[in-house]
């Protein structure tokens, strides 16, 4: 039965992070001026009450990693840290420019890219530089990404006085001959090290990524790399599926073929077995891909109520803006986006000229914030609802009819004015939220925007 739903469901779907998703932005509605009223708008609204957060992208690795779809920029020559966050904070200090008081500080994350390329002196440098003008709100979360390989004391030590309390490290699976195939050698004595100094230093969450579906992964490397994850008992885990876009991701995507990719058939086993190893350990799934302990603060967020989404993935606290800092990131206002040019050299030409470094956008109209709010609910709830909020929209009876195949299958329960998606359905959350998707419907594509589903 569970193979036949694969079949039938596994087809090229978002993984909404956002919406509307990022091939459907309306670039020709989208301007720099736009984007300023609806940030200051947000931020007029928001910052006293709850603050904001802040992603930095820090984009700079030694080596690449065939598994990655992020954006990176290969060197091994580490005097490029100092034009970088230069140009970080000269963007900083131009989005304070639009504010009439000081931000507050909810929650701030360094990803990359690696950010332990960067000294630990060059991030002490950075994050003094963003706080220096800033407030820190009562309850904040720092948290950065750590390579398990280059992550160092100094590093851990430093970002922890600086207010640091979470570190997440790319494990992605311990066995050799995955490794290879992604390029990214990285002994389990070198993770062992770092989730143990990092516990040993005072860090109160400590998370792991782990993804299924790598190319030549099997079973027994999945339940290897859980069986050994389980000795070192992280806080919080993300246990996701393999992304294999290579159309959008050049040359980054290499170092093995189609044909040494697990099955959806297998990918999805690999799926259920680890989940089964996890909760045997003592996981609790949260929202979709991700795990946690019930001592986790991420846990704690979704049995109250507050889970939260956005480009940063499951966030335990919603703040209604976030800005996005350095190339290529992504900044939301709730009530628009906006992403930095990807290109270094055309992200500090920008900042030369004292313009914000923005390359394209979207500005949410009505229907977007219906649809926004409805995916929200399903992808952090499992369930959403018409009844309140001004949530019903005129489409809504076709969405409905979409989603009468998946009730059938068993997949969520829809009822007057609600639907509800089922244990069976939640590794299909992807395809749920696909019926709301109304620029998806009605602006199908010619060529394939987004990785499977399953």
């Known amino acids: ?259 040494d990719l697990p099955t959806a058939e297998l990918k999805r086993a690999q799926y259920e077995l680890g989940k089964k190893l996890l909760t045997q350990v003592g996981y609790v799934e949260v929202g979709m891909d991700h795990f946690a302990l019930p001592t986790d603060n991420l846990y704690q967020s979704m049995a109250e109520g507050r889970l939260h989404r956005n480009f940063m993935g499951y966030t335990a606290s919603k703040t209604q803006l976030m800005i996005g800092l350095g190339v290529s990131a992504i900044s939301d206002s709730w009530y628009g986006f906006a992403q930095n040019e990807k290109n270094i050299e055309a992200y500090y030409h920008l900042l030369k000229e004292n313009i914000l470094p923005v390359y394209r956008g979207h500005i949410l109209n009505e229907e977007d914030l219906i649809i926004r709010k409805h995916i929200l609910n399903l992808m952090c709830r499992f369930k959403t609802s018409w009844e309140k909020d001004m949530l019903y929209f005129k489409e809504l009876p076709d969405v409905l009819k979409n989603l009468k195949e998946m009730q059938k299958d068993g997949l969520l329960i829809i009822s007057q004015n609600s639907i509800e998606v089922t244990k069976k359905g939640q590794p299909f959350i992807r395809n749920v939220c696909m019926a709301f998707d109304l620029l998806l419907q009605r602006k199908q594509p010619n060529t394939q925007l987004f990785s499977m589903t399953v």
């Open 1 to 259: 039965m569970l193979h036949s739903l694969i079949n039938k469901y596994n087809v090229a779907g978002p993984r909404y992070t956002s919406y509307p998703t990022v091939p459907y932005w309306d670039r020709d509605t989208f301007s720099l001026k736009n984007w300023k009223s609806s940030l200051i708008q947000s931020f007029n609204e928001s910052n006293a009450n709850e603050g904001i957060s802040i992603y930095i992208h820090l984009p700079f690795c030694e080596s690449m990693c065939t598994f990655c779809g992020c954006s990176k920029r290969i060197t091994k020559q580490h005097s490029v840290e100092e034009d970088y966050i230069k140009a970080v904070l000269k963007e900083w200090s131009l989005y304070l420019e639009l504010f009439d008081t000081r931000p507050i500080i909810k929650e701030l994350h360094l990803g990359g890219g690696t950010p332990t390329f960067f000294s630990a002196v060059n991030l002490n440098r950075l994050i003094t530089g963003i706080l220096r003008r800033s407030k820190l709100a009562n309850t904040y979360e720092f948290s950065f990404e750590g390579h398990p390989n280059n992550t160092t004391k100094e590093h851990l030590q430093s970002l922890y006085n600086l207010g640091f309390k979470r570190v997440s490290y790319g494990v992605q699976d311990y066995n050799e001959t995955v490794q290879k195939a992604i390029n990214r050698l990285q002994p389990f004595e070198h993770v062992k090290h770092v989730t143990e100094l990092a516990r040993k230093i005072g860090y109160t969450s400590i998370g792991h990524d782990i993804i299924f579906g790598l190319p030549f992964q099997t079973l027994e490397h999945v339940q290897e790399t859980i069986l050994k994850t389980k000795v070192l008992l992280p806080d919080r885990l993300a246990f996701y599926s393999y992304a294999h876009v290579p159309w959008q991701k050049g040359n980054g995507q290499r170092g093995f073929d189609n044909k």
